[in-house]
């Protein structure tokens, strides 16, 4: 986790106490009573698990997230009110390591029903280069025999900028921008709320097996729309897509890591324009919650192109789609165009 990011826990425990006091000054029998009438209050830290929640959890919850559209999820600073919210709920859906004052605030919450997605499946350390070429991309191997151990991850990494994802030994969390690891999330997230809510267990089972099939035919737009590429390898300002890679054999060579909008050093500029010309890398792509500075100056340096591949850590009105479905299939037409996949 890039240190320029993190938010002291001092402020962090300051605001936690506020939220707690301002709690039991004006707490509501609602989180005993379930929330919303008869909600499942449900709060969520940021899209990915909101989009979760609200599609497992249907009409029997009232999911609150608490990155707003447009805010950088690494970036997110809690207010006392949202602290206080948390504490509120009869659920709470994260996923540790991506956000430091999310993660503080709700281990201080005493929320009874708190799930961290990290635990729901298997994390992996990726660096700034990703490789997937021994599994997954010919499509001969089912999508839930490769990735759920992680048995064969690669650990080979460049010797680019050297960053990694998250805390506890670098593990990557972006497991949502694989299919099939959010659909294992999914599973346990449905579980989750079986239990929370066993009064409405039966459709919570309905919604995931129906999110899990659309996330399975997802999987296999990608297997087959990424089966046949010029170049195996694509090029991004923001070091998200390390478990996009593994799964269907393809190279993210990151620019700077975690921070979407750092300045990559003459040295790494150098190194991409080798990489590029060597694997005929085309594009470089920024996202849509960072500025495409970095890209385009890369671009320009090295003569490739630029595009957009959404890491999904919010929905705004710039996004290519409307939800985490639509805009996956933006980032497979995105890949499609800029590897040279038939």
């Given at each position: ?11 962090v ?13 004006c ?28 599609r ?10 608490l ?11 809690l ?12 659920y709470v859906?994260?996923?540790k ?16 029903n ?6 729901l499946?298997?994390l ?8 997937g070429?021994?599994?997954?991309h010919e ?11 992680g048995e064969?991850a ?7 900028d ?11 969390p972006?497991?949502?921008l ?20 066993p ?9 995931t ?8 035919e997802?999987?296999?737009a ?14 991004t ?6 478990y ?8 993210q ?11 990559p050093s ?6 991409i ?24 100056t ?21 996004s ?13 037409a ?9």
């Amino acid at each position: 986790m890039n240190v320029r990011r993190l938010i002291p826990t001092t402020a962090v425990a300051g605001a936690v106490v506020l939220g707690l006091t301002a709690l039991s000054a004006c707490s509501t029998s609602d989180a005993a009573d379930g929330g919303n009438g008869d909600q499942l209050k449900v709060t969520a830290s940021f899209y990915p698990m909101q989009f979760l929640a609200e599609r497992i959890g249907g009409e029997h919850v009232a999911v609150t997230s608490l990155t707003k559209p447009g805010v950088e999820p690494h970036d997110l600073e809690l207010t006392p009110r949202q602290i206080g919210s948390i504490s509120e709920s009869d659920y709470v859906l994260y996923l540790k390591g991506i956000q430091p004052a999310v993660d503080d605030a709700i281990k201080q919450s005493g929320v009874k029903n708190t799930v961290d997605a990290a635990t729901l499946t298997t994390l992996e350390n990726h660096g700034s280069e990703v490789s997937g070429h021994d599994h997954g991309h010919e499509g001969e191997e089912h999508a839930d025999e490769h990735g759920h151990e992680g048995e064969e991850a690669h650990e080979e990494h460049s010797e680019g900028d050297g960053h990694n994802h998250g805390e506890e030994g670098g593990a990557d969390p972006h497991i949502w921008l694989d299919p099939v690891k959010y659909a294992e999330v999914a599973k346990g997230v449905g579980k989750s709320l079986e239990k929370a809510d066993p009064d409405h267990a039966a459709d919570y089972k309905k919604n995931t097996d129906a999110l899990v099939a659309e996330l399975g035919e997802l999987n296999t737009a990608y297997e087959t729309g990424l089966k046949n590429p010029a170049t195996k390898t694509f090029i991004t300002t923001h070091s998200a897509f390390g478990y996009l890679a593994e799964r269907y054999g393809l190279t993210q060579q990151g620019i700077a890591g975690i921070d979407p909008e750092a300045e990559p050093s003459p040295a790494r500029i150098q190194q991409i324009h080798t990489i590029a010309e060597k694997e005929k890398a085309t594009t470089v792509f920024f996202e849509t919650l960072a500025s495409d500075r970095t890209a385009k100056t890369l671009a320009k340096d090295t003569g490739l192109t630029t595009g957009v591949l959404d890491p999904l850590e919010g929905i705004t009105d710039a996004s290519r789609g409307a939800d985490y479905i639509e805009v996956m299939e933006s980032n497979l037409a995105a890949l499609k165009k800029a590897l040279g996949a038939k």
